[in-house]
Protein backbone atom coordinates (compact mmCIF):
# COMPACT_ATOMS: atom_id res chain seq x y z
CA UNK A 1 0.00 0.00 0.00
CA UNK A 2 1.23 3.56 -0.82
CA UNK A 3 1.87 5.82 1.96
CA UNK A 4 -0.70 8.64 2.60
CA UNK A 5 0.36 12.57 2.62
CA UNK A 6 -1.98 15.43 3.30
CA UNK A 7 -0.41 18.76 3.34
CA UNK A 8 -2.44 21.39 3.81
CA UNK A 9 -1.96 24.70 2.74
CA UNK A 10 -3.90 28.09 4.18
CA UNK A 11 -3.30 31.10 1.48
CA UNK A 12 -2.51 34.28 3.52
CA UNK A 13 -1.31 35.96 0.73
CA UNK A 14 0.90 36.21 -2.68
CA UNK A 15 1.87 32.96 -3.92
CA UNK A 16 4.67 31.67 -1.90
CA UNK A 17 1.89 29.08 0.35
CA UNK A 18 0.41 27.65 -2.41
CA UNK A 19 3.58 27.97 -4.78
CA UNK A 20 5.87 25.93 -2.16
CA UNK A 21 2.95 23.28 -1.30
CA UNK A 22 2.32 22.70 -4.89
CA UNK A 23 5.57 22.02 -5.98
CA UNK A 24 6.22 19.33 -3.04
CA UNK A 25 3.03 17.46 -3.77
CA UNK A 26 3.48 17.40 -7.37
CA UNK A 27 7.52 16.03 -6.49
CA UNK A 28 6.45 13.60 -3.89
CA UNK A 29 3.94 12.35 -6.42
CA UNK A 30 6.19 11.86 -9.04
CA UNK A 31 9.35 10.71 -7.42
CA UNK A 32 8.51 9.01 -4.33
CA UNK A 33 5.23 7.15 -5.11
CA UNK A 34 3.11 8.77 -2.27
CA UNK A 35 -0.58 9.46 -2.33
CA UNK A 36 -0.90 13.04 -1.61
CA UNK A 37 -4.15 15.15 -1.04
CA UNK A 38 -3.28 18.59 -1.21
CA UNK A 39 -5.76 20.56 0.77
CA UNK A 40 -6.37 24.12 -0.06
CA UNK A 41 -8.34 27.34 0.99
CA UNK A 42 -8.14 29.31 -2.04
CA UNK A 43 -8.27 27.65 -5.40
CA UNK A 44 -7.83 30.90 -7.42
CA UNK A 45 -4.93 31.07 -6.41
CA UNK A 46 -3.73 27.84 -7.12
CA UNK A 47 -5.38 28.22 -10.54
CA UNK A 48 -2.29 30.78 -10.93
CA UNK A 49 0.25 28.13 -10.23
CA UNK A 50 -1.42 25.40 -12.50
CA UNK A 51 -3.85 26.71 -15.21
CA UNK A 52 -5.43 23.53 -15.94
CA UNK A 53 -7.35 23.55 -12.80
CA UNK A 54 -10.78 24.00 -12.12
CA UNK A 55 -11.53 26.93 -9.26
CA UNK A 56 -14.71 25.38 -8.53
CA UNK A 57 -13.81 21.75 -7.78
CA UNK A 58 -14.54 20.16 -4.29
CA UNK A 59 -11.87 17.61 -5.68
CA UNK A 60 -9.92 17.05 -8.15
CA UNK A 61 -6.64 15.25 -9.96
CA UNK A 62 -3.74 17.37 -11.35
CA UNK A 63 -0.10 16.16 -11.72
CA UNK A 64 -1.37 13.12 -9.82
CA UNK A 65 -1.70 14.99 -6.92
CA UNK A 66 -5.55 14.84 -5.49
CA UNK A 67 -6.17 18.77 -4.51
CA UNK A 68 -9.16 19.13 -2.41
CA UNK A 69 -10.67 22.63 -1.45
CA UNK A 70 -10.20 23.07 2.34
CA UNK A 71 -13.61 24.19 3.08
CA UNK A 72 -14.39 26.35 6.37
CA UNK A 73 -17.11 23.84 7.28
CA UNK A 74 -14.89 20.69 7.60
CA UNK A 75 -15.74 17.80 6.44
CA UNK A 76 -14.54 14.57 8.28
CA UNK A 77 -11.69 12.57 6.49
CA UNK A 78 -9.62 9.66 7.73
CA UNK A 79 -6.11 11.27 8.20
CA UNK A 80 -2.92 9.98 6.05
CA UNK A 81 0.23 8.78 7.71
CA UNK A 82 2.16 11.65 7.06
CA UNK A 83 0.55 15.41 7.85
CA UNK A 84 2.30 18.26 6.75
CA UNK A 85 0.79 22.06 7.67
CA UNK A 86 2.60 24.77 6.17
CA UNK A 87 3.75 27.62 7.07
CA UNK A 88 2.17 26.79 10.64
CA UNK A 89 -1.62 26.77 9.22
CA UNK A 90 -4.07 26.08 11.71
CA UNK A 91 -5.25 22.38 11.60
CA UNK A 92 -8.99 21.63 11.84
CA UNK A 93 -9.21 20.33 15.54
CA UNK A 94 -11.74 17.65 14.08
CA UNK A 95 -8.81 16.44 11.28
CA UNK A 96 -6.10 16.95 14.49
CA UNK A 97 -8.47 14.51 17.13
CA UNK A 98 -8.98 12.02 14.40
CA UNK A 99 -5.09 11.71 13.80
CA UNK A 100 -4.57 11.41 17.53
CA UNK A 101 -7.28 8.48 17.48
CA UNK A 102 -5.90 7.17 14.26
CA UNK A 103 -4.76 3.40 14.62
CA UNK A 104 -1.82 3.23 12.73
CA UNK A 105 0.33 6.40 14.11
CA UNK A 106 0.17 9.20 11.90
CA UNK A 107 3.45 12.17 11.28
CA UNK A 108 2.62 15.45 11.54
CA UNK A 109 4.91 18.01 10.41
CA UNK A 110 5.47 21.73 10.40
CA UNK A 111 6.94 22.53 7.34
CA UNK A 112 8.27 26.16 8.04
CA UNK A 113 9.52 29.31 6.15
CA UNK A 114 12.67 29.22 4.74
CA UNK A 115 15.87 31.12 6.53
CA UNK A 116 20.14 30.54 6.10
CA UNK A 117 19.86 32.02 9.62
CA UNK A 118 22.05 30.11 11.76
CA UNK A 119 19.56 28.64 14.43
CA UNK A 120 17.78 27.03 12.08
CA UNK A 121 20.20 23.93 12.39
CA UNK A 122 19.36 23.77 15.93
CA UNK A 123 15.50 23.35 15.42
CA UNK A 124 15.11 21.66 12.34
CA UNK A 125 13.65 18.37 13.07
CA UNK A 126 12.70 19.13 17.02
CA UNK A 127 9.65 17.36 18.45
CA UNK A 128 7.11 20.06 19.83
CA UNK A 129 3.76 17.99 22.02
CA UNK A 130 0.41 19.08 21.55
CA UNK A 131 -2.30 17.70 23.07
CA UNK A 132 -4.10 14.43 22.51
CA UNK A 133 -0.22 13.06 22.91
CA UNK A 134 0.60 13.82 19.61
CA UNK A 135 4.36 15.34 18.31
CA UNK A 136 4.64 18.03 15.89
CA UNK A 137 7.86 17.95 14.02
CA UNK A 138 9.48 21.63 12.96
CA UNK A 139 10.65 20.49 9.47
CA UNK A 140 13.20 23.74 7.96
CA UNK A 141 14.24 24.03 5.08
CA UNK A 142 17.68 25.36 4.28
CA UNK A 143 20.98 25.69 2.61
CA UNK A 144 23.08 23.63 5.10
CA UNK A 145 23.72 19.98 5.46
CA UNK A 146 22.20 20.10 8.99
CA UNK A 147 18.40 21.34 7.64
CA UNK A 148 15.68 20.09 5.38
CA UNK A 149 17.67 21.29 1.89
CA UNK A 150 15.45 22.86 -0.88
CA UNK A 151 12.60 21.80 -3.08
CA UNK A 152 14.45 20.20 -6.31
CA UNK A 153 13.10 18.18 -8.66
CA UNK A 154 15.58 15.37 -9.49
CA UNK A 155 16.05 16.47 -13.19
CA UNK A 156 15.98 19.50 -12.62
CA UNK A 157 19.61 20.86 -13.50
CA UNK A 158 19.70 18.35 -15.88
CA UNK A 159 16.36 20.10 -17.70
CA UNK A 160 17.90 23.27 -16.68
CA UNK A 161 21.02 22.48 -18.63
CA UNK A 162 19.18 21.25 -21.71
CA UNK A 163 17.23 24.40 -22.49
CA UNK A 164 20.29 26.46 -21.90
CA UNK A 165 22.37 24.72 -24.28
CA UNK A 166 19.02 25.00 -27.28
CA UNK A 167 19.08 28.31 -28.48
CA UNK A 168 16.32 27.28 -30.33
CA UNK A 169 14.00 26.33 -27.35
CA UNK A 170 14.87 29.89 -25.67
CA UNK A 171 14.08 31.92 -28.43
CA UNK A 172 10.71 30.09 -29.52
CA UNK A 173 9.94 30.08 -25.80
CA UNK A 174 10.28 33.93 -25.62
CA UNK A 175 8.26 33.87 -28.68
CA UNK A 176 5.41 32.57 -27.27
CA UNK A 177 5.35 35.41 -24.57
CA UNK A 178 5.77 37.99 -27.13
CA UNK A 179 9.22 38.86 -26.69
CA UNK A 180 11.81 39.13 -30.17
CA UNK A 181 14.91 39.15 -28.83
CA UNK A 182 17.03 42.27 -29.56
CA UNK A 183 20.30 41.38 -30.63
CA UNK A 184 23.33 42.30 -28.21
CA UNK A 185 20.51 43.05 -25.49
CA UNK A 186 20.65 41.87 -22.19
CA UNK A 187 17.39 40.17 -20.77
CA UNK A 188 16.09 40.51 -17.01
CA UNK A 189 12.64 39.48 -15.84
CA UNK A 190 11.22 40.96 -12.63
CA UNK A 191 9.05 39.62 -9.96
CA UNK A 192 9.12 41.92 -7.08
CA UNK A 193 6.76 43.56 -4.30
CA UNK A 194 5.93 47.43 -4.63
CA UNK A 195 9.66 48.51 -4.30
CA UNK A 196 10.65 52.17 -3.58
CA UNK A 197 14.45 51.20 -5.21
CA UNK A 198 12.89 50.31 -8.48
CA UNK A 199 12.59 53.70 -10.25
CA UNK A 200 16.33 53.92 -10.06
CA UNK A 201 17.14 50.76 -11.57
CA UNK A 202 14.87 51.15 -14.19
CA UNK A 203 16.68 55.02 -14.71
CA UNK A 204 20.07 52.94 -14.89
CA UNK A 205 18.82 50.96 -17.18
CA UNK A 206 17.58 52.83 -19.59
CA UNK A 207 20.74 55.59 -19.25
CA UNK A 208 23.12 52.58 -20.04
CA UNK A 209 24.98 51.78 -23.15
CA UNK A 210 23.97 48.14 -22.86
CA UNK A 211 20.65 47.47 -24.15
CA UNK A 212 18.63 45.65 -21.85
CA UNK A 213 14.99 43.74 -21.86
CA UNK A 214 13.00 43.66 -18.90
CA UNK A 215 10.29 41.36 -18.99
CA UNK A 216 7.58 41.70 -16.07
CA UNK A 217 5.18 39.06 -15.39
CA UNK A 218 1.22 40.98 -14.22
CA UNK A 219 1.39 41.32 -10.95
CA UNK A 220 2.55 43.86 -7.99
CA UNK A 221 5.93 44.51 -9.87
CA UNK A 222 4.09 45.84 -12.85
CA UNK A 223 1.57 48.49 -11.25
CA UNK A 224 5.61 50.54 -9.59
CA UNK A 225 6.96 49.66 -13.45
CA UNK A 226 3.81 51.38 -14.43
CA UNK A 227 4.13 53.97 -12.73
CA UNK A 228 7.48 54.77 -13.34
CA UNK A 229 6.95 54.78 -17.33
CA UNK A 230 4.44 57.05 -16.02
CA UNK A 231 1.98 55.37 -18.85
CA UNK A 232 -1.72 54.29 -17.88
CA UNK A 233 -2.81 50.60 -17.57
CA UNK A 234 -0.21 48.47 -19.26
CA UNK A 235 -1.51 45.09 -20.95
CA UNK A 236 0.10 41.72 -21.07
CA UNK A 237 1.87 41.78 -24.95
CA UNK A 238 2.88 45.46 -24.22
CA UNK A 239 6.41 46.59 -25.25
CA UNK A 240 7.57 50.16 -23.89
CA UNK A 241 10.55 52.06 -24.75
CA UNK A 242 12.60 54.26 -22.36
CA UNK A 243 16.54 54.59 -23.67
CA UNK A 244 18.25 51.68 -23.87
CA UNK A 245 15.31 50.07 -21.74
CA UNK A 246 12.67 47.76 -23.13
CA UNK A 247 9.86 46.74 -20.94
CA UNK A 248 7.81 43.76 -21.98
CA UNK A 249 4.66 42.93 -20.04
CA UNK A 250 4.60 39.10 -20.37
CA UNK A 251 1.61 36.42 -19.05
CA UNK A 252 1.87 35.60 -15.46
CA UNK A 253 2.31 32.16 -16.26
CA UNK A 254 2.32 28.35 -14.99
CA UNK A 255 5.06 27.14 -12.48
CA UNK A 256 7.09 25.25 -15.44
CA UNK A 257 6.87 27.86 -17.83
CA UNK A 258 8.23 30.25 -14.89
CA UNK A 259 10.92 28.60 -14.67
CA UNK A 260 11.58 28.30 -18.40
CA UNK A 261 11.53 31.85 -17.82
CA UNK A 262 14.08 32.13 -15.32
CA UNK A 263 16.60 29.60 -17.13
CA UNK A 264 16.59 32.44 -20.61
CA UNK A 265 17.26 35.22 -18.60
CA UNK A 266 20.67 37.10 -17.71
CA UNK A 267 19.68 38.07 -14.61
CA UNK A 268 16.50 37.57 -12.37
CA UNK A 269 14.65 39.90 -9.72
CA UNK A 270 12.54 37.46 -7.32
CA UNK A 271 10.99 37.56 -4.16
CA UNK A 272 8.91 35.79 -1.24
CA UNK A 273 10.49 32.18 -0.75
CA UNK A 274 9.82 29.64 -4.34
CA UNK A 275 10.99 32.07 -6.88
CA UNK A 276 13.79 33.08 -4.84
CA UNK A 277 14.69 29.33 -4.67
CA UNK A 278 13.94 29.02 -8.64
CA UNK A 279 15.99 31.65 -9.50
CA UNK A 280 19.21 30.06 -7.69
CA UNK A 281 18.22 26.73 -9.34
CA UNK A 282 18.70 29.18 -12.81
CA UNK A 283 22.48 29.74 -11.98
CA UNK A 284 22.30 32.76 -12.67
CA UNK A 285 23.33 35.77 -10.56
CA UNK A 286 19.60 36.82 -8.84
CA UNK A 287 18.16 40.14 -6.82
CA UNK A 288 16.47 39.25 -4.10
CA UNK A 289 12.80 41.12 -2.97
CA UNK A 290 12.64 39.40 0.48
CA UNK A 291 8.98 39.68 1.92
CA UNK A 292 9.00 42.57 4.65
CA UNK A 293 7.88 41.55 8.50
CA UNK A 294 7.52 43.31 11.43
CA UNK A 295 10.52 45.24 13.64
CA UNK A 296 12.58 44.62 10.33
CA UNK A 297 13.08 40.80 10.94
CA UNK A 298 13.53 40.27 7.44
CA UNK A 299 16.74 42.28 7.31
CA UNK A 300 18.50 39.50 10.01
CA UNK A 301 17.21 36.77 7.45
CA UNK A 302 18.46 39.05 4.22
CA UNK A 303 22.01 39.45 6.15
CA UNK A 304 21.99 35.69 6.71
CA UNK A 305 21.76 34.66 3.15
CA UNK A 306 23.86 37.23 1.71
CA UNK A 307 26.64 36.47 4.16
CA UNK A 308 26.47 32.26 2.97
CA UNK A 309 25.54 33.20 -0.42
CA UNK A 310 28.72 35.77 -1.41
CA UNK A 311 31.00 33.50 0.82
CA UNK A 312 34.03 32.71 -1.95
CA UNK A 313 33.23 35.96 -4.40
CA UNK A 314 36.63 38.07 -4.88
CA UNK A 315 35.65 40.95 -2.34
CA UNK A 316 34.59 43.44 -4.93
CA UNK A 317 32.01 41.35 -6.34
CA UNK A 318 30.75 40.50 -2.84
CA UNK A 319 30.69 44.29 -1.57
CA UNK A 320 28.66 45.16 -4.67
CA UNK A 321 26.13 42.63 -4.64
CA UNK A 322 25.87 43.16 -0.99
CA UNK A 323 25.01 46.73 -1.69
CA UNK A 324 22.41 45.81 -4.22
CA UNK A 325 20.73 43.36 -2.33
CA UNK A 326 20.86 45.80 0.78
CA UNK A 327 19.60 48.47 -1.20
CA UNK A 328 16.99 47.20 -3.04
CA UNK A 329 15.35 45.95 0.25
CA UNK A 330 15.31 49.17 1.79
CA UNK A 331 14.35 51.57 -0.74
CA UNK A 332 17.70 53.04 -1.38
CA UNK A 333 19.04 54.28 -4.95
CA UNK A 334 20.57 50.99 -6.25
CA UNK A 335 22.24 52.54 -9.42
CA UNK A 336 25.79 52.97 -7.99
CA UNK A 337 25.83 49.32 -6.72
CA UNK A 338 23.74 48.18 -9.89
CA UNK A 339 26.96 49.67 -12.38
CA UNK A 340 29.54 47.69 -10.30
CA UNK A 341 27.33 44.84 -10.53
CA UNK A 342 27.37 44.61 -14.15
CA UNK A 343 30.79 45.25 -14.16
CA UNK A 344 31.30 42.05 -11.94
CA UNK A 345 29.41 39.79 -13.99
CA UNK A 346 31.87 37.31 -15.22
CA UNK A 347 32.17 36.64 -11.60
CA UNK A 348 28.96 36.81 -10.44
CA UNK A 349 27.76 34.54 -13.51
CA UNK A 350 30.19 31.72 -12.59
CA UNK A 351 29.30 32.27 -8.88
CA UNK A 352 26.20 31.61 -9.72
CA UNK A 353 26.69 28.48 -11.42
CA UNK A 354 28.99 26.84 -8.85
CA UNK A 355 26.18 28.16 -5.69
CA UNK A 356 23.64 25.95 -7.96
CA UNK A 357 25.90 22.96 -8.23
CA UNK A 358 26.67 22.67 -4.37
CA UNK A 359 23.09 23.42 -3.35
CA UNK A 360 22.03 20.10 -5.98
CA UNK A 361 24.69 17.93 -4.28
CA UNK A 362 22.64 18.23 -0.98
CA UNK A 363 19.52 15.66 -0.47
CA UNK A 364 16.11 18.22 -1.31
CA UNK A 365 13.52 18.52 0.53
CA UNK A 366 11.13 16.37 -0.43
CA UNK A 367 13.40 13.45 -0.07
CA UNK A 368 14.80 14.89 3.04
CA UNK A 369 10.74 14.71 4.08
CA UNK A 370 10.21 10.91 2.56
CA UNK A 371 13.52 9.99 4.67
CA UNK A 372 12.56 11.77 7.73
CA UNK A 373 9.23 9.72 7.69
CA UNK A 374 11.49 6.17 7.09
CA UNK A 375 13.86 7.43 10.13
CA UNK A 376 10.64 8.17 12.59
CA UNK A 377 8.86 5.17 11.60
O1 LIG B 1 4.32 35.34 -4.02
P1 LIG B 1 5.37 35.42 -2.98
O2 LIG B 1 5.73 36.75 -2.53
O3 LIG B 1 4.94 34.55 -1.79
C1 LIG B 1 5.24 34.53 -0.44
C2 LIG B 1 3.99 34.81 0.35
O4 LIG B 1 3.77 36.19 0.37
C3 LIG B 1 4.14 34.28 1.73
O5 LIG B 1 3.07 34.65 2.55
C4 LIG B 1 5.45 34.73 2.29
O6 LIG B 1 5.60 34.25 3.53
C5 LIG B 1 6.54 34.25 1.39
O7 LIG B 1 6.39 34.85 0.11
C6 LIG B 1 7.90 34.44 1.92
O8 LIG B 1 6.73 34.77 -3.55
P2 LIG B 1 7.20 33.29 -3.87
O9 LIG B 1 7.41 32.50 -2.64
O10 LIG B 1 8.34 33.43 -4.75
O11 LIG B 1 6.00 32.62 -4.66
C7 LIG B 1 5.68 32.95 -5.97
C8 LIG B 1 5.22 31.72 -6.72
O12 LIG B 1 4.67 32.11 -7.97
C9 LIG B 1 6.35 30.75 -7.03
O13 LIG B 1 5.92 29.41 -6.87
C10 LIG B 1 6.64 31.01 -8.51
C11 LIG B 1 5.28 31.33 -9.00
N1 LIG B 1 5.15 32.07 -10.26
C12 LIG B 1 4.54 31.43 -11.30
O14 LIG B 1 4.15 30.25 -11.20
N2 LIG B 1 4.39 32.13 -12.47
C13 LIG B 1 4.82 33.40 -12.63
O15 LIG B 1 4.64 33.98 -13.72
C14 LIG B 1 5.49 34.03 -11.54
C15 LIG B 1 5.99 35.42 -11.69
C16 LIG B 1 5.61 33.34 -10.36
Known sequence: MRVTWDIFCSVVDNYGDIGVTWRLARQL???HD?????WVDDLLSFVRMCPAADPAALAQVQQGVEVRLWAQEWQAVEPADVVVEAFACELPAAYVAAMASRERKVLWLNLEYLSAEDWVEGCHGLPSMQSGGLAK???FPGFSAGTGGLLRERDLLVRRDAFQADTKARVEFLQGLGVELLAGARLISLFCYENAALA???DVLAGDTVRTQLLVPEGRALASVTHWLGEGELKVGAVLRRGALQIHVV??????EYDLLLWSCDFNA???EDSFIRAQ???RPLLWHIYQQDEDVHL???NAFIALYTHGLPAEAQACLSSLWLAWNTGADVGGAWRQVHNAAPELDQHAAKWALEQASRPDLAAALVQFYLNWL
Open 29 to 31: VAE
Open 34 to 38: VAVRL
Open 137 to 139: FFF
Open 200 to 202: SWL
Open 251 to 256: PFMSQD
Open 270 to 272: VRG
Open 281 to 283: WAG
Open 300 to 302: DKL
